[in-house]
């Protein structure tokens, strides 16, 4: 059994199809080869098992009729997929609104618009499939059940199921965690090595068209020779219409951080447009805002520190810091965070990952996609003063 199964209609059959052979031309694989396999509506309603083995839907909606089908079949994520372009469909904006409503829908796909407008919802999806474990809820249960020490066990166990990510660049070793969530959008990062500079970028937005218009920023950022405000002053005045022109309804959200570290002097300079906070062993905490991304509001969202040997610096993403609303009382995350310093950098994220997990242990996903960056400095890094 594949992991995505495509449910076609008759007013759509095999165009999504077509769609996916299309867009995997952008995505350099096969998702459709690879992961999908096609059911017509109407053999979906008669299958009484519970496709245990799939782990989402793409489904065409046409009507109230397959809409109501698929809450009564299907209790995992789905992306809805329709054409805008069809005159016929009559009620099509009320049944867009209803699938949105659940917390489920990770995505709509209108395949009369630009294919490459969806590159980032296939790619989270594919993300998604290739970091879940066989069976992931059952083996939870069962090891819960098993052990005495069930608490401590699991954290072991989450730790080896949510990998770390680590790299050194020069003097400094990022470590980094990663869970996806349901909402849509999502939020994007990665590091970027130039010369004597290390740009980290994060970026987290509620649409899959902000998502794209962010990934193209990236590789714009990616491509200056040097990263600092003059730079970036002028990159943001170039995006910046665009950009206001996608959010279009107050709902919309669109927040990014981009620091860069001076791999002489090991200043850090960013900007940090939303609620990313900074949480150093030494210098403290910086907090978010909610300025919006614009070069009137770039001297305003500034950060610069002057790192430290030893320091360690956690990054803490907006997804991760809306999850852990259920868990910390306001104001109690960082307090956490500080009596985990003593703790080597693996530990502190197993640990803030474990925190948000624990209450849902048999779901691979949290309700929004949440990052943490951990940055050390090495005791022995040589500075230039």
Not at 61 to 70: K, P, R
Not at 101 to 122: H, Q, R, W, Y
Not at 319 to 338: A, H, P, R, T
Request: proline letters at 2%; glycine letters at 6%; charged letters at 25%.
């Amino acid at each position: 059994m594949k992991k995505v199964l495509i449910i076609e209609s008759d007013r759509y059959l095999l165009k999504f199809k077509k769609f996916l052979e299309q867009i995997d031309e952008y995505i350099e694989g096969s998702f459709f080869e690879d992961f999908c396999d096609f059911l017509h509506i109407d053999e979906f309603r008669q299958k009484q098992d519970a496709l245990d083995e799939v782990s989402f839907c793409f489904i065409c909606i046409e009507s109230f009729d397959y809409f109501n089908t698929l809450n009564l079949k299907w209790r995992k994520p789905f992306v809805v997929m329709y054409s805008g372009q069809d005159p016929d469909l009559q009620g099509m904006p009320t049944l867009l609104e209803s699938s949105k409503s659940s917390a489920l829908n990770i995505g709509t796909i209108d395949f009369s618009s630009k294919m490459e407008l969806f590159v980032p919802l296939l790619r989270r999806v594919i993300e998604l499939i290739e970091t879940q474990s066989a069976n992931l809820g059952e083996r939870f249960l069962s090891l819960e059940k098993g052990l005495n020490d069930g608490l401590k066990s699991i954290q072991k166990i989450s730790k080896k199921i949510i990998p770390i990510r680590k790299e050194k660049i020069k003097g400094i070793t990022i470590s980094s965690k990663y869970i996806a969530g349901l909402d849509s959008g999502g939020e994007f990062f990665d590091l970027n090595k130039g010369e004597n500079q290390l740009t980290i970028f994060l970026s987290s937005v509620n649409s899959y068209s902000l998502s794209t218009f962010f990934l193209g920023f990236y590789e714009s950022v990616k491509k200056l020779g040097v990263v600092n405000r003059d730079s970036l002053t002028k990159l943001f005045g170039s995006i910046e219409n665009e950009l206001n022109g996608l959010l279009v309804t107050p709902d919309l959200r669109a927040e990014i951080t981009v620091l860069v570290v001076d791999l002489v002097t090991y200043k850090l300079w960013g900007i940090n447009f939303g609620q990313v906070v900074l949480k150093s062993n030494i210098n403290g905490h910086i907090v978010g805002n909610n300025n919006r991304p614009s070069c009137d509001n770039l001297k305003n969202s500034e950060i610069s520190l002057q790192l430290k040997r030893g320091e360690k610096i956690l990054i803490i993403s907006p997804g991760y810091l809306k999850c852990s609303e259920d868990v910390f009382e306001k104001n109690k995350l960082l307090s956490y965070i500080e009596n985990l310093e003593g703790k080597d950098n693996n530990e502190i994220l197993s640990e803030l990952f474990f925190q948000v997990k624990k209450n849902n242990l048999s779901s691979d996903f949290l309700k929004c996609d949440s990052s943490i960056l951990c940055l050390e400095v090495d005791p022995n890094a040589i500075m230039q003063v």
